[in-house]
């Protein structure tokens, strides 16, 4: 099967708590909460797409071995995959607002995460991560 559109997400974890960040001045999934991510770069492989978007919307340098793979998740399977991983964080690292398209970062538990008007696949993602989170 041939897909059209690859993309990676990163759960910033801190214990059972998780950072999101609500999409704001886009055009696509405006007032949407999401984690750190976006669309593959032309022969990227997911990882470094991970660590990529990491830098870029939250300034956090962070290697590659931290990433916890958690799944992937797809939309129109003719249309998408989104890789999931996951990072743990520590108590000095706290995601910054980098780019005018997202509101700065809130930690939150799942639940709140889960009442939110989330990005598609962020509601699948709470239920792999709540086993994951320490």
Do not use: H
Not at 8 to 34: D, H, I, M, P
Not at 101 to 108: A, G, I, R
């Amino acid at each position: 099967m041939e897909f059209t559109a690859y993309t990676v997400a990163v759960a910033l974890l801190r214990g059972r708590r998780c950072y999101v960040s609500q999409r704001v001045n886009t055009a696509n999934f405006e007032g949407k909460w999401q984690f750190a991510g976006g669309k593959l770069e032309p022969n990227e492989n997911p990882i470094d797409g991970g660590v990529r978007e990491v830098l870029e919307e939250t300034g956090l340098r962070i290697g590659a071995e931290r990433l916890r793979y958690v799944g992937p998740i797809m939309g129109d399977p003719t249309t998408y995959i989104c890789y999931v991983y996951a990072v743990d964080l520590n108590e000095a690292e706290v995601p910054q607002r980098t780019e005018d398209k997202m509101t700065d970062w809130q930690l939150l538990n799942p639940s709140e995460i889960l009442a939110l008007d989330t990005m598609p696949g962020i509601k699948e993602i709470m239920g792999k991560l709540r086993t994951m989170m320490v």
